[in-house]
């Protein structure tokens, strides 16, 4: 009860305060509007925020009407005497910010605490709205967030993850936030700052879920939003799943609670469980060394502890991408724990691919060597542990045949370069409207990125960059070809 000094410890109280009616819902509004409040409790007092913060006896009285002429954030609760105070209720209204994206509203006092937060040890409460680019409401809930990733003390906008708990509000998020997704109802979601892609494309991530949707891969749902503080206007987030158990027993139908989930963290020596444990994992890696995988039989029996084809998909869109975070980071995989769980690769955070800055600085690197390479050499970053699955299964003929034949059958459809470059305009063409005002927002931030390559500081900058995209795409299928012959000896295509 610290926010409430009348409130008297040891103290028993009747019941719990009404709560506040609100004249007009939250949303967008054009010019200004004028608000009342109300309440059916009798003898009790409405306070009332604006700034985010839960009312209390020291907020403000709430004089029986405002005029709210630009975007607020209303928190209002009623006090009254013998009686706990009722609860927050909280409400958003967009003044002339009619956007084409999604809008989310995030109210909170312990937004710096979050972002200030150097150890991701934090979870905070938070209200939180979003609303269709048609103005409806999707939903509004009291939830948790905490920062997401490893990327955010040296980013101006930072990932996070927001949570929905029994101990916030009730129930999950119940809304099929995510279009392209069969899901109706999520417990947690991340809202994504683009990671290194921010002030650069902010589409990286999100076009390579989109252009791999149709495959055989366990993909984060992708939707970029606007995103509000306290009021405030905060920018682009991209909203993505957030890949826990309930993320797998959502698509694949399994026991979220048994679930062995592994990752691999740079320079470390071994797997590392997130959920469960390694065992099944180290027996699998014990098994090839200590066999012929070569023979039919040791792969057949390889087959029945990992899912091999997605696999092959896997790391066919690691090496074609060009990804420059992996395998040594981002780099998860789990499997049901079941006698038959078989194991099956993540892919996220794929903002790192498709970087032509990168290409062009350190060279035209064999992205194929980089992910089978086992004495950790290749780039000075994959320790052997990160490329020794891969490497061990092309000893196998079938195994090697098919791996081979994936990637050219991709490079003929999926990484068709046209069909690239489609998804790469479709998916820059939803946030263009919104850029000016991101741009402008953080473009003079000053993040670490500015020592290293040029930031997105204007349109213009921004188009050149969607256009490097664009001719990655079309010069990368020469590029992989040509490292398939000469790493296969294959002597030239058929």
């Known amino acids: 009860l610290p926010s409430f000094p009348s409130l008297r410890a040891n103290t028993g109280y009747s019941g719990i305060s009404g709560e506040v009616t609100f004249s007009k819902p939250g949303g967008f509004y054009i010019g200004s509007l004028t608000l009342a409040l109300s309440t059916d409790a009798n003898d009790a007092v409405i306070y009332y925020t604006t700034d985010g913060s ?108 927001i949570f929905a708990r029994n101990r916030y509000d009730d129930g999950n998020f119940k809304y ?28 990286i991530d999100g076009f390579l879920e989109k252009l791999h949707r149709g495959l055989d891969l366990d993909l984060m749902g992708y939707r970029p939003a606007v995103v509000y503080v306290n009021g405030k206007y905060w920018g682009i987030h991209n909203i993505r799943e957030k890949m826990n158990e309930e993320y797998l027993a959502a698509h694949h139908n399994i026991d979220p609670d048994n679930v062995d989930m592994l990752e691999f963290l740079y320079q470390v020596p071994e ?110 970053k994959n320790p052997p542990w990160t490329t020794y699955l891969l490497g061990r299964l092309l000893e196998n003929d079938t195994f090697r045949s098919t791996f081979i034949n994936r990637m050219a059958d991709h490079l003929n459809t999926v990484y068709y370069p046209e069909h690239v470059a489609d998804v790469i305009s479709k998916t820059a063409e939803v946030i263009e409207p919104e850029m000016p005002a991101f741009l402008e927002l953080w473009k003079d931030s000053g993040t670490w990125w500015q020592n290293n390559q040029d930031v997105s500081k204007s349109m213009d900058d921004w188009y050149a960059k969607i256009d490097s995209l664009e001719e990655f795409a079309y010069a990368r299928p020469a590029v992989v070809r040509q490292n398939y012959i000469d790493f296969f000896n294959l002597g030239g295509t058929a």
């Not at 009312?55 to 009686?83: K, N, Y």
């Not at 109802?185 to 589409?203: C, H, K, P, Q, V």
């Not at 998909?313 to 980071?329: F, K, L």
């Not at 690769?345 to 992205?367: Q, R």
């Open 271 to 380: 797997p590392n469980p997130i959920e469960g444990d390694a065992d099944h994992y180290d027996a699998m890696i014990d098994f090839l060394k200590n066999n012929d995988i070569g023979i039919t039989e040791n792969y057949n029996y390889i087959k029945t502890q990992m899912d091999v084809d997605n696999f092959i998909t896997y790391n066919t869109m690691q090496i074609y991408i060009a990804n420059w975070d992996w395998p040594h980071w981002n780099n998860k995989w789990w499997r049901p724990g079941t006698e038959n769980g078989k194991w099956r690769w993540l892919a996220y955070d794929m903002d790192v691919g498709f970087d032509m800055e990168h290409i062009e600085y350190f060279g035209d690197e064999n992205f194929l060597e980089r992910a089978v390479t086992q004495d950790g050499t290749v780039s000075g």
């Open 176 to 203: 099929k936030i995510f279009p392209d997704i069969p899901l109706n109802e999520y417990d947690s979601f991340i809202l994504r700052t683009g990671g290194n892609d921010f002030l650069a494309t902010m589409i």
């Open 54 to 161: 839960d009312p209390d006896t020291r907020s403000m009285l709430f004089p029986g009407s405002i005029t709210i002429e630009a975007t607020t954030v209303i928190r209002a609760r009623t006090i009254a005497d013998d009686l706990l105070p009722g609860k927050i209720s909280t409400q958003t209204y967009f003044i002339d910010n009619n956007s084409v994206l999604p809008v989310i509203s995030l109210a909170t006092p312990y937004f710096e605490e979050i972002y200030t937060d150097e150890y991701r040890e934090k979870e905070r409460p938070v209200h939180i709205e979003m609303y269709e680019p048609d103005g409806s409401l999707a939903f509004s809930l009291n939830a948790g967030f905490g920062l997401h990733g490893f990327l955010f003390p040296h980013l101006p906008a930072k990932a996070l993850a």
